[in-house]
């Protein structure tokens, strides 16, 4: 059976805390945080675990927000292969202001990767891809990894025969762009760039689809259209699935849980529509809960539910 293995150069430690009004020049009275591992591969890893999978997380560490996150991994019982970084793992802070319901969100840049750390991330992703396994890479990039480090790793995948998915941003997306992929999760704005336009239209998106398509090396795009739902799109098929309208609370992990519900499903062997009507479900399902919580199973096959139950558009 084909393996998941996910790649996360860029993890953090996900703080969340609330608090009643947020204004400036005063000191504001946090509930007790909670923490947990984040990062686009970790979060797909962690939402997998939560649909009833298992896949292999690999990610940089460093220091003792490291040890933190290999703790915080541990105690949801998810297999891990740590690269070893000097730098420290970052952390992140999301504050929920609870008299408006907003929430605000603050990331930051992360360590500075040495070229012999991320050197030994492709080496070790040599050795563990086998035939047929599906390699997620989630998430943008730390300082000083270079910008074509997704490249690299869809020739890795390449050479091993593995199923390459990525979900990244920026000149990162670019580059990996013009590599073979098996399936791309761009957001509506990441196609427009990746297509050289910086406006798209409902009218516009499936020409550019099958445009981008066309001319490059990627077997499978998913369009994420936030609360719109997806796009798919392959050389013979265009569906547009819809996403249910929840009450949100975080929108923390949503494409993170919507990519995890996606691979869930070719491991299940769906077809590629319900493939990603289960990736909308999870990701929304995703939003329905405080903090990085991710998706649950129970509300994602409820909504996978009502999503079969839509006419095809």
């Known amino acids: 059976m084909a393996r998941i293995i996910t790649l996360t150069v860029n993890p953090a430690i996900d703080k969340s805390t609330t608090v009643d009004g947020i204004a400036a020049d005063t000191k504001l009275r946090c509930t007790q945080p909670t923490f947990d591992a984040g990062g686009g591969g970790i979060n797909v890893s962690r939402a997998i675990h939560k649909l009833g999978g ?7 560490a460093g220091g003792p927000a490291g040890e933190f996150l290999k703790k915080l991994l541990d105690e949801q019982h998810i297999e891990q292969s ?16 609870t008299s408006t319901n907003q929430q605000y969100r603050f990331g930051m840049p992360g360590p500075a990767v040495k070229e012999v750390e991320w050197q030994n991330a492709l080496q070790q992703l040599e ?9 997620v890479a989630s998430g943008k990039l730390p300082p000083n990894v270079p910008d074509d480090f997704y490249v690299k790793v869809s020739r890795v ?29 761009p957001n509506l704005a990441e196609l427009g760039a990746l297509c050289g336009t910086t406006s798209i239209t409902d009218l516009d998106l499936k020409s550019l689809a099958t445009q981008f398509l066309k001319n490059h090396d990627c077997q499978i795009l998913v369009v994420s259209l936030g609360p719109k739902g997806a796009l798919l799109a392959t050389s013979t098929k265009m569906v547009h699935v819809p996403a249910p309208v929840v009450h949100q609370k975080s929108t923390i992990g949503a494409g993170d849980s919507m990519v995890a519900g996606m691979v869930m499903s070719l491991i299940w062997d769906r077809s590629l529509a319900d493939m990603v009507r289960y990736g909308v479900a999870c990701g929304t399902a995703a939003t329905m809960h405080h903090g990085t919580q991710l998706c649950i199973k129970k509300d994602a096959d409820k909504l996978y539910d009502w999503i079969k139950d839509q006419k095809p558009i």
């Open 54 to 60: 298992s896949s292999l997380c690999s990610y940089f």
């Open 82 to 97: 740590v690269i070893p970084i000097e730098g420290w793992t970052r952390e992140n802070l999301a504050v929920t202001d």
């Open 127 to 135: 050795l563990q891809l086998q035939k047929g396994d599906y390699l």
């Open 157 to 185: 995948a390449e050479k091993k025969e593995a199923l390459f998915i990525l979900d990244t941003s920026g000149e990162a997306l670019m580059k990996a762009a013009k590599s073979k992929i098996y399936m791309l999760k």
